[in-house]
């Protein structure tokens, strides 16, 4: 069962920007590519929080402000319970007839690190609490704001300054923290994954986020021309392999029930995506195969259809 | 008409904030604050108090909640102690730096390791420069009326800036005491029921919180807050003035007493001052000057004040439930030894360490302290801890 | 919601002038910021090959393409740092790469 959709074609999105020119993230940002798209989604009616990060340092600096909407910065660690705090005053003091009363969304916007390592427990207990927020996590796969470094959503395999590469170790010996997963167990009433390659799916699925009542969590996978060591012109190219390939499939879970939102009838072998990066390159077959047998098992658990 | 009545010290502090009609609590427990965000919990569940009570899962996330809500313009209040303390300890910097007027009690305890429920004044002095208001009460009335005037500071325009009621871990928070209460009209004349502020966080008006601190205003953006900090004192004294009108209560950044005539005066803040009274009314049926300063107020220290009503005295002895590790004394002797440092004349300034951890401090350990400055015993480094068995 | 044309904050401002917690009091002002110069390689869009379907003004990380009711599409140099999404991902393959040189 399709859901209606927000947004049926790139036409139907606002023209206006919200997260606007002059910010200073790297040329090529996958990052920067999302929250355009995420902040047409959402609308100027918003109060956003972003802990620490690129996203935080490219739009910030005093007095230049990449924001059109409200938007606070705090720490790192804790963007779930800033907007909690943020969405128990919109609250009471509506309810107190302080403010008027209408639907202001809180979102908070945060990278991989500040979402499934130093901020994943404040995000859980915000979203146990049943706060009404979004929790979006931009994920490039590591610490890039501090120049690359691992973290629990960085892939198998890949290289960083902290998972180097090297005679006894090769990259990062440890999996991928799979957080939508986590997030779900929270049963809370909407999940997504997401990724700028597919704007219209990820426009659709930000939008419903902030339309339900109670917390929404989208994970939206966002390539990283530095981190990722691959050349400014790819990071969408790269993001939709990744996708084509089942290393992020794009489904949505509601209210329990997980549905495939872009389907990959013919995945692609994952060495088609991880080519394309340094961080990979130096990879062996055999690591990649390893890879692949993984990727397999979760398709087929996703029911994402064989491999081309 | 002034109500008296009968309270645990934790549970005037939950009544003060109450009536002072707070928007958003956001509650964690830990010996020995629990109690007051019990009672809270009580308050919002009977339908008393209309609030947000936000079950937060650490300390950390209560001052972050607070920060946000804060941020919206809510009045907000949290209350911890010990190690919650430390764990919101990077929060408590980013309250103040962004000027946010929230209002925390503290239940004064002591800090791991090993861990120790009971009380002393390591927590709040481990923070002492995280930009607070910093006020220590000493019983149930002190700490019912430093609470609602915390409020009442904190919004004020030329302050905004978070304040922490300190209190003593189990010598204050759990001792049953008579206190009068206000009314809460009487509480809404002294305290707005709203705040107002200049920004908050709302879609009609875009502002942009907490930006990236480059070099070019970190600087400004500090000295902000220190000319916030320091110019508070005027509104502190102002609003304890006003509130002395409504109750007949009347305060001041530290209360004297038998200081007229005194030699030596010992110095502290919160609970112990009661057993310290004590002390300094034995010595004088002994025939001996000894008087006493109750420091209420930390942060903004009142440098002058002190001076000013200490310095026609021989010694001051500075006793400090804290102390810092390799440095000098206790956090309160070394302020007092600046705060004389100018004077060509001054009076001996000695610190003593007491009361870790719960260790009570007797009304004979304070007498023997007394003496032993009034006798102009030589202490080397001129602080001592007492009560350590060798 | 009101997109200030003006910009008056001071970048250096004195610490009386800096706003309160330093908040940024105005939406939007990095609009004041330009990237340009940033680039070393400019879009140069080919406008009878361009098919207005509108994914290069989508996949523009600087929001630097602006997309006309009519279809068309014009970068705004002001802010393109030059990294070649928009190039990469024509469908129609209608923009080109070119190196900026020194005048």
Request: hydrophobic share 40%.
């Given at each position: 069962m399709s859901e209606e959709k927000y947004f049926k074609t790139l036409k139907d999105l606002p023209k206006e920007e919200l997260f606007v020119q002059g910010h200073r993230a790297c040329s090529g940002c996958g990052e920067a590519i999302a929250v355009r798209h995420i902040m047409k989604a959402i609308g100027p009616n918003c109060i956003v929080i972003s802990p620490t990060g690129c996203l935080e340092v490219v739009s910030s600096p005093y007095p230049y402000t990449s924001?059109?909407?409200?938007?606070?910065?705090?720490?790192?660690?804790?963007?779930?319970?800033?907007?909690?705090?943020?969405?128990?005053?919109?609250?009471?003091?509506?309810?107190?007839?302080?403010?008027?009363?209408?639907?202001?969304?809180v979102v908070a916007i945060a990278g991989d690190g500040g979402t499934v390592d130093i901020g994943f427990q404040a995000l859980s207990?915000?979203?146990?609490?049943?706060?009404?927020?979004?929790?979006?996590?931009?994920?490039?796969?590591?610490?890039?704001?501090?120049?690359?470094?691992?973290?629990?959503?960085?892939?198998?395999?890949?290289?960083?300054?902290?998972?180097?590469?090297?005679?006894?170790?090769?990259?990062?010996?440890?999996?991928?923290?799979?957080?939508?997963?986590?997030?779900?167990?929270?049963?809370?009433?909407?999940?997504?994954?997401?990724?700028?390659?597919?704007?219209?799916?990820?426009?659709?699925?930000?939008?419903?986020?902030?339309?339900?009542?109670?917390?929404?969590?989208?994970?939206?996978?966002?390539?990283?021309?530095?981190?990722?060591?691959?050349?400014?012109?790819?990071?969408?190219?790269?993001?939709?392999?990744?996708?084509?390939?089942?290393?992020?499939?794009?489904?949505?879970?509601?209210?329990?029930?997980?549905?495939?939102?872009?389907?990959?009838?013919?995945?692609?072998?994952?060495?088609?995506?991880?080519?394309?990066?340094?961080?990979?390159?130096?990879?062996?077959?055999?690591?990649?195969?390893?890879?692949?047998?993984?990727?397999?098992?979760?398709?087929?658990?996703?029911?994402?259809?064989?491999r081309a | 008409m002034a109500k008296r009545i009968a309270l645990e010290c934790s549970h005037a502090i939950s009544l003060a904030v109450k009536l002072a009609n707070v928007d958003v609590i956001a509650a964690y427990p830990i010996t020995p604050q629990t109690h007051i965000v019990e009672r809270l919990s009580e308050y919002v569940a009977d339908g008393e108090l209309d609030a947000e009570y936000i079950n937060v899962e650490s300390e950390h996330s209560a001052m972050s909640a607070c920060i946000g809500a804060s941020a919206v313009g809510a009045r907000c209040f949290t209350a911890t102690a010990g190690q919650g303390l430390a764990l919101m300890h990077e929060m408590l910097f980013i309250a103040a730096g962004n000027r946010l007027p929230?209002?925390?009690?503290?239940?004064?305890?002591?800090?791991?390791?090993?861990?120790?429920?009971?009380?002393?004044?390591?927590?709040?002095?481990?923070?002492?420069?995280?930009?607070?208001?910093?006020?220590?009460?000493?019983?149930?009335?002190?700490?019912?009326?430093?609470?609602?005037?915390?409020?009442?500071?904190?919004?004020?325009?030329?302050?905004?800036?978070?304040?922490?009621?300190?209190?003593?871990?189990?010598?204050?928070?759990?001792?049953?005491?008579?206190?009068?209460?206000?009314?809460?009209?009487?509480?809404?004349?002294?305290?707005?029921?709203?705040?107002?502020?200049?920004?908050?966080?709302?879609?009609?008006?875009?502002?942009?919180?907490?930006?990236?601190?480059?070099?070019?205003?970190?600087?400004?953006?500090?000295?902000?807050?220190?000319?916030a900090i320091q110019n508070s004192k005027k509104v502190i004294k102002e609003v304890w003035r006003e509130y002395g009108e409504i109750s007949g209560r009347y305060y001041d950044v530290f209360e004297p007493y038998r200081l007229e005539d005194a030699e030596v005066a010992i110095l502290m803040m919160g609970g112990h001052c009661g057993t310290a009274r004590i002390a300094v009314d034995r010595l004088r049926e002994k025939g001996l000057k000894v008087g006493l300063i109750k420091l209420r107020l930390f942060r903004p220290f009142p440098f002058e004040e002190l001076v000013e009503a200490t310095k026609h005295l021989k010694a001051l002895a500075v006793v400090d439930k804290a102390f810092s590790p390799g440095g000098f004394g206790g956090p309160i002797f070394s302020e007092v030894r600046s705060a004389f440092y100018d004077l060509d004349v001054k009076p001996r300034i000695v610190g003593f360490i007491a009361g870790l951890g719960g260790r009570d401090i007797r009304v004979d350990e304070f007498m023997g302290l007394a003496e032993k400055v009034l006798r102009g015993e030589k202490i080397e480094k001129n602080y001592v801890f007492l009560q350590v068995r060798e | 919601m009101s997109q200030k044309n003006e910009f008056k904050l001071n970048p250096k401002p004195s610490w009386k002038e800096l706003p309160i917690a330093s908040i940024i009091p105005q939406p939007s002002t990095s609009r004041f910021y330009l990237t340009g110069d940033w680039r070393s390689f400019r879009p140069v869009i080919d406008k009878d090959k361009c098919v207005g379907c509108g994914l290069c003004w989508s996949y523009c990380p600087d929001a630097a393409i602006k997309w006309f009711e009519d279809g068309s599409v014009e970068v705004d140099l002001n802010y393109c740092k030059g990294c070649g999404v928009c190039a990469e991902e024509c469908p129609a393959k209608a923009i080109t790469m070119v190196e900026e040189v020194e005048e």
């Open positions: 924001w059109a909407v409200p938007w606070y910065h705090v720490a790192f660690e804790n963007a779930a319970s800033v907007a909690s705090g943020v969405e128990a005053a919109l609250k009471v003091l509506m309810r107190k007839g302080v403010l008027e009363k209408k639907k202001i969304h207990g915000a979203l146990e609490r049943g706060h009404g927020f979004a929790y979006i996590c931009l994920d490039n796969e590591a610490y890039m704001n501090t120049g690359i470094q691992r973290s629990g959503a960085t892939p198998y395999g890949a290289w960083t300054t902290t998972s180097a590469v090297g005679k006894a170790i090769r990259g990062k010996v440890q999996w991928k923290k799979n957080m939508p997963a986590i997030v779900a167990s929270h049963g809370i009433p909407y999940v997504a994954t997401a990724c700028p390659a597919y704007p219209v799916d990820l426009v659709n699925k930000v939008k419903r986020a902030v339309e339900i009542e109670g917390p929404a969590y989208v994970h939206v996978l966002t390539p990283c021309v530095p981190g990722w060591r691959i050349p400014s012109n790819i990071s969408i190219k790269v993001a939709r392999l990744a996708v084509q390939t089942g290393i992020f499939p794009l489904y949505e879970i509601k209210d329990g029930k997980l549905t495939l939102t872009v389907k990959v009838p013919k995945r692609k072998h994952v060495k088609e995506y991880l080519k394309l990066q340094g961080r990979f390159a130096h990879l062996t077959d055999e690591e990649i195969e390893k890879i692949q047998e993984r990727v397999d098992r979760e398709s087929e658990s996703l029911g994402l259809g064989p | 929230i209002v925390m009690a503290v239940a004064n305890r002591c800090l791991s390791p090993n861990l120790s429920i009971w009380g002393d004044q390591s927590d709040m002095m481990a923070s002492k420069d995280c930009g607070w208001i910093q006020m220590y009460g000493e019983n149930a009335q002190e700490v019912f009326d430093l609470t609602l005037q915390a409020f009442r500071i904190a919004e004020d325009e030329r302050v905004l800036l978070p304040v922490a009621v300190n209190f003593d871990g189990f010598y204050v928070t759990h001792v049953i005491e008579s206190l009068t209460v206000l009314e809460q009209e009487e509480v809404n004349r002294f305290l707005p029921p709203r705040r107002k502020a200049k920004y908050t966080l709302h879609p009609d008006n875009p502002t942009t919180w907490g930006p990236i601190g480059l070099p070019d205003i970190q600087t400004e953006l500090k000295y902000q807050l220190e000319k | -």
